[in-house]
């Protein structure tokens, strides 16, 4: 049974009066609880596919299927989605500046309508299961960017989601921070049974995963 | 308000110093407070000046006066009668009668003319202008005088001085011309009222001193009545009824058909000069625009995460909206307070004085009424309101992909 899918997903850009074919008719389906990389040369359009999978933005053709509903991310119904089934990692943090730790892992729960204590409470837990019961009262930059990156990965989990869409999680970090993000990504995914669809483009690493799909002038491969 | 809007005006609260005590906000809250501040002091000040002039025109003149319609003088018994008939409305506080003329006033070779007004001292009927002798005492014995202090100034006499009155009696002609009655009283008292006209020309005397010159018997000429203060300004309502209760005989006059007319025209000024100032609101609204862009262009990553997470831009647009808000409100009460203290330097201060001749009255007073202070906080928070509104509809246009890309 798959979690997510996208079929024959097409997407181009224009630049400077040309017409850039990102994605010429992807489609991959993600079974629950299976950890998938997608790998491919940096601008070949993997980030592309993900926000595509992940309802951030429309292809110009092709569908997205979630739980088995066809969805699109102008419906009325994406932003729900995007609460609830789905989490979110980017290589840049986008934690909000203005809240603490605790505060930026809690946000996904109180959109869902969870009550700001209970809210903040679970995000406690979450953090220190995740190592960090030491810095939920540190704004982000008061932590290390590893340590950024796992309270992003926290708020991307804090809704029990059914998939997380890592866009290259550890991009940024060096390779002793960039291990650990991946050995947790890993560990959730063995004690929670969330499924993973990370794009990246460090490719020993992209061998943790279950699958692994390269991306190449438009077309989607399984390796 | 939902579970998110509620989430971030808890942190506002909770740690303002980081959320609402901004550099970015610093600006536009001195806009405002500066704003704010100038048209509440503008308007402290002009309704100071309402309310003094007002004060000062009730205070001075006569509510309403009742003269004969022939201009004949009332007779000892007809006074007290009219007194007895007309003390029985409740709206009625003090009938003071009176005897009026003009004269001239002499002083180290300077004329002035004057307003001579006379009443009975023996304590029979009570004395409407004890209140403003400021210098002196306000119980004449005869031969003595209360001048205003203007007329004083520029006649240059004090307190024991002598004043000489002169009053021109068209039946005394002699070969040489009119011969004028002249007379030298002591200044006893020295009035001042705060009103210039009345000050410049006011002269008061005894009943029995003013017969003396008029070279009559008995009576007065006119009846002063003050109404109890509530219904001051009903005067030329209460003039009409009484008109129509005392007949032909009689011609009752108010306050308001000499002076109101400058009290609606200072009115008029007072909200002339609110439209103008809350331009100046209107301008610090265009500052609060700025920071309302700048802070939505600076917080582009944040509201792509609160997107990407599932918040609706009406959410997101709610939140920016409790923030400057309440950094906008808290502004214009600064603001608000910031014209009281204003206002309050300007009456405390000694550098500048208002000429009398020009604004009726010589000191400037600030006055704070609670319903010029709602009105300024309701114009000023619906300008500034609206101008935090307009760049909102960045939020809407702003892609997610777009913030997510350009990282």
């Given at each position: 049974?798959?979690c ?9 850009y224009i ?5 850039i074919?990102v ?8 079974e629950e ?7 491919g040369?940096?601008g070949c ?49 986008f934690?909000i500046?203005?809240l603490?730790?605790r505060?930026?892992?809690a ?6 309508g ?11 837990d979450l953090?220190?299961?995740l ?17 950024q990156q ?7 989990l ?13 991009g940024?970090l060096d390779p002793?921070?960039?291990?650990e993000?991946w ?25 943790l995963a ?9 077309i989607?491969?399984?390796? | 308000?939902?579970?998110?809007e509620r ?11 980081r ?5 970015s906000?610093?600006f536009?809250?001195l ?9 509440s002091?503008?308007?402290?000040l002009f309704?100071g ?13 006569p ?8 201009g004949?003088?009332f007779?000892?018994?007809e ?6 008939r007309?003390h ?16 001239m006033?002499?002083g180290?070779?300077k004329v ?11 304590g ?11 210098q ?5 014995n005869s ?19 002598t004043?000489?009155i ?10 040489l011309?009119?011969?004028p ?8 008292g ?23 010159i ?12 003050n109404l109890?203060?509530r ?15 005392l ?11 000499f002076?109101a007319g400058?009290?609606r ?21 265009i500052?609060v ?5 700048t802070l ?12 990407t997470?599932g918040?609706h831009a ?18 214009i ?17 000694h550098?500048y004085?208002?000429k009398?001749?020009v ?6 007073k ?6 010029n202070q709602?009105v ?13 509104h307009?760049p909102l509809k ?11 890309r350009?990282q």
């Amino acid at each position: 049974m798959h979690c997510l899918a996208g079929y024959n997903l097409t997407k181009s850009y224009i630049d400077s009066d040309q017409r850039i074919d990102v994605l010429k008719g992807c489609s991959l389906e993600v079974e629950e609880a299976r950890i998938v990389c997608i790998t491919g040369q940096s601008g070949c359009g993997k980030s592309t596919l993900l926000h595509l999978l992940g309802l951030l933005d429309s292809p110009d053709a092709g569908e997205v299927s979630i739980g088995g509903r066809k969805v699109t991310s102008q419906s009325a119904e994406a932003s729900l989605i995007r609460n609830k089934e789905l989490g979110f990692v980017f290589q840049f943090h986008f934690l909000i500046e203005d809240l603490n730790a605790r505060e930026n892992v809690a946000l996904p729960l109180i959109i869902a309508g969870e009550s700001t204590s209970k809210a903040l409470h679970r995000a406690s837990d979450l953090l220190a299961s995740l190592g960090l019961a030491e810095r939920i009262f540190r704004y982000p930059n008061q932590l290390s960017g590893g340590e950024q990156q796992r309270v992003s990965l926290a708020r991307a989990l804090i809704n029990n989601p059914r998939i997380i869409l890592a866009d290259e999680p550890t991009g940024n970090l060096d390779p002793t921070h960039s291990s650990e993000v991946w050995q947790m990504m890993q560990e959730l995914n063995k004690q929670q049974g969330q499924a993973f669809i990370i794009v990246t483009h460090d490719l020993q690493s992209a061998r943790l995963a279950h699958q692994t799909y390269n991306l190449d002038q438009g077309i989607l491969n399984p390796v | 308000m939902d579970n998110l809007e509620r989430f971030f005006l808890s942190r506002y609260f909770r740690s303002p110093k980081r959320n609402l005590l901004r550099f970015s906000f610093l600006f536009m809250t001195l806009g405002i407070v500066l704003s704010v501040g100038i048209l509440s002091a503008g308007l402290n000040l002009f309704e100071g000046y309402e309310r003094s002039l007002k004060d000062v025109l009730l205070g001075s003149l006569p509510h309403l006066s009742i003269q004969r319609s022939e201009g004949t003088y009332f007779s000892e018994a007809e006074t007290d009668s009219l007194i007895t008939r007309l003390h029985k409305f409740a709206f009625i506080n003090r009938i003071s009668p009176v005897i009026q003329y003009s004269v001239m006033s002499v002083g180290n070779s300077k004329v002035r003319g004057a307003n001579l007004s006379a009443y009975d001292f023996s304590g029979k009927y009570p004395l409407p202008f004890s209140r403003y002798v400021q210098q002196g005492t306000s119980n004449l014995n005869s031969k003595e005088i209360i001048v205003g202090s203007y007329l004083a100034s520029e006649l240059g006499k004090s307190l024991g001085d002598t004043l000489k009155i002169v009053y021109p009696r068209l039946d005394r002609i002699s070969a040489l011309g009119m011969f004028p009655a002249e007379y030298n009283f002591r200044i006893a008292g020295i009035y001042r009222s705060g009103f210039y006209e009345t000050d410049r020309s006011l002269l008061i005397c005894t009943s029995t001193d003013a017969r003396e010159i008029l070279e009559i018997l008995a009576g007065f000429s006119k009846l002063e009545i003050n109404l109890r203060s509530r219904d001051a300004d009903q005067a030329g309502k209460i003039a009409s009824e009484l008109q129509i209760i005392l007949g032909e005989k009689y011609t009752v006059y108010s306050w308001t058909q000499f002076s109101a007319g400058l009290l609606r025209l200072v009115a008029m000024e007072k909200w002339l000069i609110f439209i103008i100032f809350s331009f100046l609101v209107l301008i610090a609204g265009i500052n609060v625009i700025s920071t309302v862009t700048t802070l939505i262009l600076d917080k582009k990553n944040e509201i792509a995460v609160l997107k990407t997470v599932g918040s609706h831009a009406r959410s997101i647009k709610r939140i920016f909206v409790l923030q400057t808000g309440l950094v906008s409100v808290l502004s214009i009460i600064l603001g608000q307070l910031f014209g009281m203290l204003l206002s309050f330097l300007v009456e405390k201060q000694h550098f500048y004085k208002l000429k009398g001749d020009v604004y009726f009255i010589d000191s400037l007073k600030a006055s704070i009424s609670p319903v010029n202070q709602l009105v300024i906080f309701g114009a000023a928070f619906m300008i500034v309101f609206l101008c935090i509104h307009f760049p909102l509809k960045q939020i809407d246009k702003q892609q997610i992909i777009e913030i997510l890309r350009n990282q």
